[in-house]
């Protein structure tokens, strides 16, 4: 079945380094991918998506490329600020036609001042 | 656009009672998922709705788990006899169509501890 792989964390950095949370995924087909984010008490919500190989998804200042030839889709950001603190999920949905979302085990960023 | 709400925020059961969760979709959306998560997952897959149709469960779904969505408006998730091992955060989320890049409105969840 489908499945999702995300870097471990936490991820620790301070305000204004550079953020990479890898993520691989296991799909047939050509699946959609997704990047939620949780902040701390709140649910979970879109931070940006993708539907086709090479595209990029893009918000807040956060990246991520669809790699069809890696099957990744590593979540980017060029500064991260202390409000970015929470934890990332990635998702795919739609790989071998299943309308189920599968999501990895997330990745808490922690910005710290 | 209210959001999904999810009611009650914290349940707190002694094992062997049975316990009920609602979910309050976003107004038309015709997709309602429910997922567990516990500390450190990703949420897991239960079950979903389309409209009023239960169309698929997870395989690891223990039959004390039921869940219904009548009239295609909210959703209960019902759990029997609890155990320990049902200790989690329930999830519900929603979605407007049923293309595959959709995004989902969660809800805050409720956390259910089984004593």
């Known amino acids: 079945g489908d499945s999702v792989t995300q870097m471990e964390g936490p991820v620790t950095l301070s305000e204004e380094a550079f953020l990479t949370i890898n993520c691989t995924y296991t799909?047939?087909?050509?699946?959609?991918l997704f990047w939620y984010v949780q902040y701390p008490g709140e649910g979970l919500q879109l931070l940006l998506k993708?539907?086709?190989?090479?595209d990029k998804g893009s918000n807040k200042g956060f990246e991520a490329t669809y790699r069809k030839e890696t099957t990744s889709f590593h979540l980017e950001k060029g500064s991260v600020q202390v409000s970015d603190s929470a934890v990332y999920f990635c998702?795919?949905?739609?790989?071998?036609?299943?309308?189920?979302?599968?999501f990895g085990r997330g990745t808490s960023l922690i910005v710290h001042p | 656009d209210t959001g999904v709400s999810q009611n009650p925020r914290h349940k707190i059961t002694k094992r062997g009672q049975n316990v009920t969760f609602r979910c309050d979709p976003i107004?038309?959306?015709?997709?309602l998922y429910w997922y567990r998560q516990t500390l450190g997952q990703g949420p897991e897959f239960l079950t979903y709705f389309q409209n009023e149709a239960q169309l698929e469960k997870s395989r690891l779904l223990s039959d004390r788990f039921s869940a219904e969505r009548p009239k295609g408006s909210f959703s209960t998730l019902e759990i029997q006899r609890t155990e320990q091992g049902d200790s989690a955060m329930y999830l519900c989320?929603?979605?407007?169509?049923?293309?595959?890049?959709?995004?989902?409105?969660f809800g805050s969840g409720t956390q259910l501890s089984v004593l």
């Open positions: 998702a795919l949905i739609g790989g071998g036609g299943s309308y189920i979302p599968t």
């Open positions: 989320a929603s979605s407007k169509t049923t293309a595959t890049n959709e995004k989902l409105f």
């Open positions: 799909a047939t087909g050509y699946p959609s």
């Open positions: 107004s038309e959306h015709n997709r």
């Open positions: 993708a539907t086709k190989a090479d």
